[in-house]
């Protein structure tokens, strides 16, 4: 009998173990009736995400980082033709020009860098992740706040909190639970590209914390009487917190100033 795998804590592995979680997670990452024709399976592990993900992709390339575990999982999918395994850093990979999915258990200490990854890929369609519960919450705005990332991107890539998975699903256990992140981009994007580069000065300032505030901040850019007019267009108090402002409010303000 082959001894289990030991965990690589340099590699930050926290294997998905439990089967409806699996699924779940499955039906949240490939949605449609049609199978999703191609997915890039962010550290397939031992394959728990990978089998239940297979039936719904045309092909599906899974990544794993991890030399002592593609063997298994070459061997664990050597009957299904569709699916490949590719050995070496997810990260290091070249994103397809054709549209793709991105799906996996990732690493908590490499979130923001695979997050970053899909972002950047200009064919990527979604990317369903699971991920430390905290950082679901803070991307998506599930604690009231927002985040500069989340913000600065809303006007091509929707962030939502898909779902929870408590830290039991795992081994070895990690000290907190996970969160289901899914990262959508727009078919149609809520502002071209003209401005799209004016909504990124806007909110990077904004986020500057230049001036104590955000009317502060967007102050020092524009005429304070257009700021107090695009606030009340916004209906929002000029002492609220830059975190506190959802994306709707912001669109507003970049409507007003920009206009």
Partial sequence: MARPTRVSRALSQNFLTDRATAERFARLAAPHPRPVPLLLEVGAGKGALTRTLA?????LVAHEIDPRLVPVLRARFADTPHVRV???????????????????????????????????????????LLTQLEYARRRTGDYGSWTLLTIRTWPRHEWRLAGRVGRYGFRPVPRVDAGILRVERRRTPLLDADACRSWRRLVELGFSG????????????????????????????????????PPERWLRLHEVLTS
Avoid: I, K, M, Q
Wanted: charged share 20%.
């Fill in 86 to 128: 590719v050995a070496g850093d997810f990260l290091a990979a070249r994103p397809p020009r054709t549209p793709f999915s991105v799906a996996g258990n990732v690493p908590f200490s490499r979130t923001s860098a695979v997050v970053d990854w899909c972002l950047r890929a200009p064919a990527l369609t979604d990317a369903t």
């Fill in 55 to 59: 039936p719904r992709c045309r092909e």
């Fill in 210 to 245: 230049v001036g104590g505030s955000l009317h502060a901040s967007l102050s020092r850019a524009h005429p304070e009487r257009r700021v107090d007019a695009a606030f009340r267009a916004a209906r929002l108090d000029p002492g609220v917190p830059v975190g506190a402002v």
